[in-house]
């Protein structure tokens, strides 16, 4: 297995939040790689909904994802789009 860890900073203007966090999870529930967001002292499942919600992550905020699995890699690239985006 792959473990890869990265820090983000969020750009969305939304935070990871509404429609940023339901694309954000649909992107990750397309990978077999187990994702983990942590902000602050919190740490969710990535493929949850609620959990990423639960985040409160705004804009400007300081997120790290771990994804751990054979596409790990492929995994962080994609989720790494949604979070630098603006939208």
């Known amino acids: 297995m792959v473990l890869i ?3 983000f900073t969020v750009n969305n203007k ?5 429609r940023p966090a339901a694309l954000f999870v649909q ?4 990978f077999d790689a187990r994702i983990t967001v942590r902000h602050g002292d919190e740490q969710v499942n ?6 990423i919600l ?3 992550a705004e804009k ?12 790990a890699s ?5 989720l790494e789009k949604i ?3 603006e939208e």
């Open 5 to 7: 860890k990265k820090k």
């Open 14 to 18: 939304q935070g990871l939040h509404a």
């Open 27 to 30: 992107i990750a529930n397309k």
């Open 46 to 51: 990535g493929k949850s909904i609620m959990g």
């Open 54 to 56: 639960m985040l409160g």
């Open 60 to 71: 400007g905020s300081q997120i790290i994802i771990e994804a751990d699995g054979k596409d």
């Open 74 to 78: 492929l995994a962080l690239v994609e």
């Open 83 to 85: 979070i630098n985006s």
